[in-house]
């Protein structure tokens, strides 16, 4: 149960994050939006983490690339935004970085 609440504070963190990049830098709606990370994020944490045969950075950085890829495949074949991936590692990145700075000076997500 722990871990199903630390994966649901690090989701809503997540969605805090990238919902508003994508609706303005996509011109996506919130549904949209809100839909890439409701997408990666169960698929990240309950799946290419605990299957994942890597640690440390090594286990970030392939998770990541992989939630980039088919965060910016949902935005440019199913809402056909041409700058998907640009923004799929702005979204990512920023919510990956606030999220580790957060983790380090508050302990969240």
């Known amino acids: 149960m722990a871990y199903f609440h630390a994966w649901l504070v690090a989701f809503a963190f997540t969605q805090l994050v990238e919902v508003p990049l994508y609706s303005v830098g996509l011109r996506v709606g919130i549904p949209a939006a809100f839909g890439a990370s409701a997408l990666t994020h169960p698929l990240l944490w309950f799946v290419i983490?605990?299957?994942?045969?890597l640690g440390g950075i090594a286990r970030i950085v392939v998770a990541e690339v992989l939630v980039v890829a088919i965060e910016a495949a949902y935005f440019r074949y199913g809402f056909k935004r041409?700058?998907?991936?640009?923004?799929s590692l702005v979204a990512n990145g920023a919510s990956l970085g606030l999220g580790l700075l957060c983790r380090h000076y508050f302990g969240v997500p």
Do not use: M, V
Not at 49 to 53: C, D, H, I, S, Y
Not at 82 to 87: E, G, I, K, T, V
């Open 49 to 53: 983490f605990p299957l994942l045969p």
């Open 82 to 87: 041409r700058r998907a991936l640009p923004w």
